[in-house]
């Protein structure tokens, strides 16, 4: 945007409607209070997008992992790195249909 973001009078709020009711979500402590420069910018950025993509949901995050770590204790996840959680719960990519053949039994 360049230098010219001051004359957009944005401050470290966002405004959000839920059901009908518009309200106002500081960004950041006294958020209302802190226009938005070209120096600090990309710092608003960032805090619009971590709201948006996190902080709108994070009831609704801790609740999965809550259920999540129900399932599977926290302290067993830490000995996996990202992909060999996704291998052991999702399995291989792809199918070896010949090895599905020989290792299925039919019955009926």
Excluded: H
């Excluded at 106002?24 to 910018?41: K, M, R, W, Y």
């Excluded at 992909?83 to 052991?88: D, G």
């Amino acid at each position: 945007m360049g230098p010219d973001v001051e004359y957009c009078c944005i401050d470290f709020t966002t405004t959000e409607e839920t059901l009908g009711v518009k309200s106002t979500i500081e960004l950041i402590p006294d958020g209302a209070n802190v226009d938005v420069t070209e120096e600090n910018l990309p710092e608003y950025i960032e805090a619009v997008l971590k709201y948006r993509m996190l902080g709108r949901c994070e009831k609704q995050i801790n609740e999965l992992l809550l259920g999540f770590f129900d399932v599977i204790p926290e302290p067993l996840l830490t000995i996996f790195d990202f992909q060999e959680l996704e291998l052991l719960m999702c399995g291989m990519p792809n199918i070896d249909m010949d090895d599905w053949i020989e290792n299925t039994e039919y019955s009926g």
